[in-house]
């Protein structure tokens, strides 16, 4: 069963930093663009992050260019989100997600084929 874990989210204070793991388990994801989202309560989801392969390329949303950056580690199958000074409209519930076959990541949801079930990260003023 192919499967993608996230961890790492949780209540941080305005200004303070949290590093999301996601781990892939059933297949390996190294052929894949990885991306990151998130979705806030009554909002639609929304594109954070991806990156390349072979992580030459990486895309950011303009809300987090500059505070969050984007790894991956093909030999353990497992992409990251760097997220340093951590605001209140940060909250959300944080997805990883793999665009299957593609070398390249995308800001567009729908070209992911597969998803974690997320984790959330709570940012107190």
């Known amino acids: 069963q192919v499967q993608l874990v996230e961890s790492g989210g949780r209540l941080v204070q305005a200004g303070g930093s949290l590093r999301l793991d996601c781990i892939g388990f059933g297949r390996s994801f190294e052929s894949d663009a990885m991306g990151w989202f998130r979705q806030a309560p009554g909002k639609e989801r929304e594109f954070v992050s991806a990156i390349s392969v072979n992580s030459g390329t990486k895309y950011y949303s303009a809300s987090v260019e500059g505070r969050f950056t984007i790894s991956r580690d093909n030999s353990q199958n497992m992409v990251f989100l760097q997220m340093n000074d951590l605001k209140p409209e940060d909250t959300a519930r944080y997805y990883c997600?793999?665009?299957?076959?593609?070398?390249?990541?995308?800001?567009?949801?729908?070209?992911?084929?597969?998803w974690g079930q997320g984790t959330q990260v709570t940012v107190s003023s």
């Open positions: 997600a793999a665009r299957r076959g593609y070398g390249l990541g995308s800001r567009e949801s729908s070209s992911y084929a597969d």
